[in-house]
């Protein structure tokens, strides 16, 4: 069962939902093609961080597209805070 009433939520395009914060690199939201936002860099080294906030049960889903052959390797890590943790 997915969270009906997420605390932290990240989606492209989706005016409601939060913005992650550059770390490093050119980041941008924007569309390459109409209708398909998404977070996207050209500098070799860019780095998002997405701030979270979990409930009693925490659970973490994340949910990306590939679709460009030979452009880039992505890499997810956690690291606990305070409040949560930073990816």
Same mark, same amino acid.
């Given at each position: 069962?997915?969270?009906?009433?997420?605390?932290?939520?990240?989606?492209? &395009?989706?005016?409601?939902?939060?913005?992650?914060?550059?770390?490093? &690199?050119?980041?941008r939201?924007?569309?390459?093609?109409?209708?398909?936002?998404?977070?996207?860099?050209?500098?070799?080294?860019?780095?998002?961080?997405?701030?979270?906030?979990?409930?009693?049960?925490?659970?973490?889903?994340?949910?990306?597209?590939?679709?460009?052959?030979?452009?880039?390797?992505?890499?997810?890590?956690?690291?606990?805070? &305070?409040?949560?943790?930073?990816?």
């Amino acid at each position: 069962r997915v969270c009906s009433k997420p605390l932290s939520r990240y989606m492209a &395009g989706d005016p409601n939902s939060s913005t992650p914060v550059v770390a490093e &690199g050119d980041w941008r939201m924007y569309e390459d093609r109409p209708g398909k936002p998404g977070w996207m860099a050209s500098r070799k080294g860019s780095r998002l961080r997405f701030f979270l906030r979990f409930g009693p049960r925490p659970r973490l889903f994340v949910t990306y597209m590939r679709s460009y052959q030979n452009i880039s390797d992505s890499r997810l890590r956690a690291l606990p805070t &305070g409040d949560g943790a930073v990816l």
